[in-house]
């Protein structure tokens, strides 16, 4: 007596199993690219929505900002060189560091015939010195704004430098990246679908109905 077994069956239909074997993945990927990078970007998009809010009320912090003013002489040979250039713009920048603590960045350097205008800037913070270029006396103006002017500056990329700029960019594409992951997921939630894109279009709705009606 001989064994015999079934031919296997031919799939019927390859195309659909083939569909459904790549919508199975994509759901797979979405999900995880949704959940992990979410994770991964929280911290940095939770401060670019929390400064959201203090930027949109500056006005309510306005008392965190003090003014200082520096009195001093610096070198007059570094105002007017004997080899005849403009000014020693190293010696007196690394002057002013030292000398007061500026550590924002260089932001303007202004030779006059008998002034020189140097300002710093950094997130929350401005520096500004006037030099008599004859007597080599000078006037220091420092501002720091506090705590949330650092974190509105650092929000809106003003004065921070380029890596703080990549910094910001990098942060646009996870949130674009995490919005349309969950966008991509909810055609997979077939009980959840329709009401996940109405909620999208009233959403999206609201915002153009506050543009055209209150924004002047």
């Given at each position: 007596m001989t064994n015999t077994q079934p031919a296997p069956i031919a799939d019927p239909n390859p195309r659909k199993n083939h569909y459904l074997h790549w919508k199975r993945k994509i759901a797979q990927w979405s999900r995880w690219l949704h959940i992990y990078l979410s994770m991964v970007s929280f911290a940095i998009l939770f401060f670019f929505a929390l400064t959201g809010i203090t930027l949109n009320h500056q006005d309510r912090?306005?008392?965190?900002?003090?003014?200082?003013?520096?009195?001093?002489?610096?070198?007059?040979?570094?105002?007017?060189?004997?080899?005849g250039k403009d000014a020693a713009r190293l010696e007196i920048v690394e002057y002013l560091r030292k000398t007061h603590g500026v550590k924002a960045a260089l932001s303007d350097f202004r030779?006059?015939?008998?002034?020189?205008?140097?300002?710093?800037?950094?997130?929350?913070y401005e520096a500004d010195v006037f030099i008599d270029r004859e007597s080599g006396k000078y006037e220091v103006t420092e501002s720091r704004m506090g705590l949330v002017?650092?974190?509105?500056?650092?929000?809106?990329?003003?004065?921070?430098?380029?890596?703080?700029?990549?910094?910001?960019?990098?942060?646009?594409?996870l949130m674009c990246l995490v919005s349309m992951s969950g966008l991509v997921l909810i055609f997979?939630?077939?009980k959840r679908r329709v009401s996940g894109l109405m909620a999208l279009a009233i959403g999206a709705l609201l915002c153009v109905i506050v543009y055209r009606i209150w924004v002047p």
């Open positions: 912090f306005t008392s965190q900002s003090k003014t200082s003013r520096y009195h001093g002489t610096m070198n007059v040979v570094w105002l007017r060189p004997p080899s030779v006059d015939d008998n002034q020189l205008e140097v300002s710093f800037k950094g997130p929350g002017a650092i974190v509105n500056d650092l929000h809106k990329g003003r004065d921070t430098g380029a890596a703080w700029s990549e910094v910001i960019d990098v942060s646009a594409v997979f939630l077939h």
